[in-house]
C-alpha cells in the first residue's frame, strides 16, 4: 500500500535552513507528482509547494517563493523540501501528499488532488 | 489575493443531515476548480473525501456527498454520526499550478 513518510523536522532558529525528506513506497514514485503541505498549531492547511513527476516543473505558494525549494530524487524514491530564511510563521507540521495524476495526466475527469497523505513532520522556528 | 471560504464551525445532531461549502472571495466555485474535500480529527493527516467536486474516494462511506450549490462548492454529510466530528478543507486548484486551502470547518455532532 501507499506510504509516505516524512522526517527531518525540528527546532530552527529564525533565519536558519531545514531540510526535510519524504519516503516514498507502495507505487511508482517516477510516475507522480508530489506536493507539501503545512499546518501551523491550531491553524488549517496551506499548500505550500507541488513538482512534476519528472521534477521539470516547481510551484510554490506566495508565502514561500524563493525561500522554500522542492525536489526529488526518482531513484530514491524520495521527495524534499529545502527550507531557507526560515520565520517564525514557518512552524507547522510539513506534510508531504501524492498527486493523483499519472504523468500529469487527468483521467475520466479527476484532477489536482491529492489521493495520499504523510503523517507529517514538525517544523519549529524559535530562539 | 484569492482566499477560499468556508463556514468557520457547523453543529450537526446525530442522525442529521448538514451541508458544508466552500466559496470564493471574489467569483464562483465551478467544477473548473476541480474542488477536493479532506477530513481531519486532531493530531492525524488528512484523509481524502471527495475530489473533483463529487467522486467519493475508495472507502469513504456514501454518507458524504459534493455538488456545486449555487456559487459554492458543498460537502453534504446524510445521517451524521459521533466520528463524523471533524475538521473539514476544501482545496480548489486555482490553475497553473496552484492550489488553495479553505480556513476549514470545524463539525460539532451532538
Known amino acids: 500500500q501507499v506510504q509516505l513518510v516524512e522526517s527531518g523536522g525540528g527546532v530552527v532558529q529564525p533565519g536558519g535552513s531545514l531540510r526535510l525528506s519524504c519516503a516514498a513506497s507502495g507505487f511508482t514514485f517516477s510516475s507522480y507528482g508530489m506536493h507539501w503541505v503545512r499546518q501551523a498549531p491550531g491553524k488549517g492547511l496551506e499548500w505550500v509547494a507541488f513538482i512534476r513527476y519528472d521534477g521539470s516543473n516547481k510551484y510554490y505558494a506566495d508565502s514561500v517563493k524563493g525561500r522554500f525549494t522542492i525536489s526529488r530524487d526518482n531513484s530514491k524514491n524520495t521527495l524534499y523540501l529545502q527550507m531557507n530564511s526560515l520565520r517564525a510563521e514557518d512552524t507547522a507540521v510539513y506534510y508531504c501528499?501524492?498527486?493523483?495524476?499519472?504523468?500529469?495526466?487527468?483521467?475520466?475527469?479527476?484532477?489536482?488532488?491529492?489521493?495520499?497523505w504523510g503523517q507529517g513532520t514538525l517544523v519549529t522556528v524559535s530562539s | 489575493q484569492t482566499v477560499v471560504t468556508q463556514e468557520p464551525s457547523f453543529s450537526v445532531s446525530p442522525g442529521g443531515t448538514v451541508t458544508l461549502t466552500c466559496g470564493l472571495s471574489?467569483?464562483?466555485?465551478?467544477?473548473?476548480?476541480?474542488p477536493s474535500w479532506y477530513q481531519q480529527t486532531p493530531g492525524q493527516a488528512p484523509r481524502t473525501l471527495i475530489y473533483?467536486?463529487?467522486t467519493r474516494s475508495s472507502g469513504v462511506p456514501d454518507r458524504f456527498s459534493g455538488s456545486i450549490l449555487g456559487n459554492k462548492a458543498a460537502l453534504t454529510i446524510t445521517g451524521a454520526q459521533a466520528d463524523d466530528e471533524s475538521d473539514y478543507y476544501c482545496v480548489l486548484y486555482m490553475g497553473s499550478g496552484s492550489w488553495v486551502f479553505g480556513g476549514g470547518t470545524k463539525l460539532t455532532v451532538l
Open positions: 473533483s467536486t463529487n
Open positions: 501528499a501524492k498527486d493523483q495524476r499519472v504523468w500529469g495526466y487527468c483521467s475520466g475527469g479527476s484532477c489536482y488532488y491529492f489521493d495520499y
Open positions: 471574489s467569483g464562483s466555485v465551478s467544477t473548473s476548480y476541480y
